[in-house]
C-alpha cells in the first residue's frame, strides 16, 4: 500500500494559463474523489470516480474544470483559464467501498497547492 | 442538505492531558456516518476514527474516542494523553446513507504545548 500519490506538490502559474493535476490512487481502490480546499475552510467535494465513470459533479465545478480517469486508475484534474480565485489546495482521495454504506473511509493524498498570479 | 458545524477555531492543550474538539451536524437522513481526520502542515488528510449513526457504543481508536450524542446531534472528538505531535488541524465529517460525498466542516487547530 503505497498511498494516494498527487502531482505536482506545488504549481505556480499566471492568470489565464491552464493547469494539470494527477492523481494516482491506492491500486486496487475504484472509487476516486478529487476536493478543494481554501485556507481556513474545510474540503469542498468537487466530483468523483467509480472505475473510470464520473458520477458527480459539484456545482462548484464550472466549465473551466475538467476531471478524467481513462482507464480507471489515474486520474487527471486538469483547469482551463486559470482565474486568481482557483488558488487552493486541491486534494485527491480513493476509497474501496463494500456496497452502499455510510462507514466508506477514504485515503487522502498530500494534494497540490495551486497559487495562480 | 447536510452540515458539519466546527465551533472552535483554535484549540490549546498542555502535553499529556486531555482536549475535546467539538462537532455538531445536520442531517435528515436516518442512516449517516460521522468522521474525525487530522491534517498536519504536510496537508494530507489522516483518517482518525468513524461512528456510525446506529453503533451501540462509542467509537474509540486508541488515544481517539468519539463522544457521540446523537439526540444532541454533536460527535466531539476526545484526545487523551496529548502529545506534541497531535498539534495539526482537526476535521469532522459526516456522509449520509443515501450519499457517497463526504462534507467536512472548517476545522479546529489543536496546538500542544510542553
Known amino acids: 500500500d503505497t498511498g494516494v500519490s498527487q502531482d505536482p506538490r506545488h504549481k505556480i502559474t499566471k492568470r489565464g494559463q491552464n493547469v494539470t493535476f494527477r492523481c494516482d490512487p491506492i491500486?486496487?481502490?475504484?472509487?476516486l474523489y478529487w476536493y478543494r480546499q481554501t485556507l481556513g475552510q474545510g474540503p469542498e467535494f468537487l466530483t468523483y470516480?467509480?472505475?473510470?465513470?464520473?458520477?458527480?459533479k459539484s456545482r462548484l465545478l464550472s466549465d473551466r474544470f475538467s476531471a478524467e480517469r481513462p482507464k480507471g486508475s489515474f486520474s487527471t484534474l486538469e483547469i482551463q483559464r486559470t482565474e486568481q480565485g482557483d488558488s487552493a489546495m486541491y486534494l485527491c482521495?480513493?476509497?474501496?467501498?463494500?456496497?452502499?454504506?455510510?462507514?466508506?473511509?477514504?485515503?487522502f493524498g498530500s494534494g497540490t497547492q495551486l497559487s495562480v498570479l | 442538505a447536510q452540515k458539519i458545524t466546527q465551533t472552535q477555531p483554535g484549540m490549546f492543550v498542555q502535553e499529556k492531558e486531555a482536549v475535546t474538539l467539538d462537532c455538531t451536524y445536520d442531517?435528515?437522513?436516518?442512516?449517516?456516518?460521522l468522521f474525525w481526520y487530522k491534517q498536519p502542515s504536510s496537508g494530507e488528510m489522516i483518517f482518525l476514527i468513524y461512528?456510525?449513526?446506529?453503533?451501540?457504543q462509542n467509537a474509540t481508536e486508541g488515544r481517539y474516542s468519539l463522544n457521540f450524542q446523537k439526540a444532541r446531534k454533536s460527535a466531539n472528538l476526545v484526545i487523551s494523553a496529548s502529545q506534541l505531535g497531535d498539534s495539526a488541524m482537526y476535521f469532522c465529517?459526516?456522509?449520509?446513507?443515501?450519499?457517497?460525498?463526504?462534507?467536512f466542516g472548517t476545522g479546529t487547530r489543536l496546538q500542544v504545548f510542553p
Open positions: 465529517a459526516m456522509r449520509g446513507d443515501n450519499t457517497d460525498k463526504l462534507i
Open positions: 491500486s486496487e481502490h475504484n472509487r
Open positions: 442531517t435528515s437522513d436516518p442512516s449517516y456516518g
Open positions: 470516480f467509480q472505475n473510470e465513470a464520473q458520477l458527480e
Open positions: 482521495a480513493s476509497s474501496s467501498p463494500r456496497g452502499r454504506r455510510p462507514n466508506e473511509k477514504l485515503f
Open positions: 461512528q456510525g449513526s446506529y453503533d451501540q
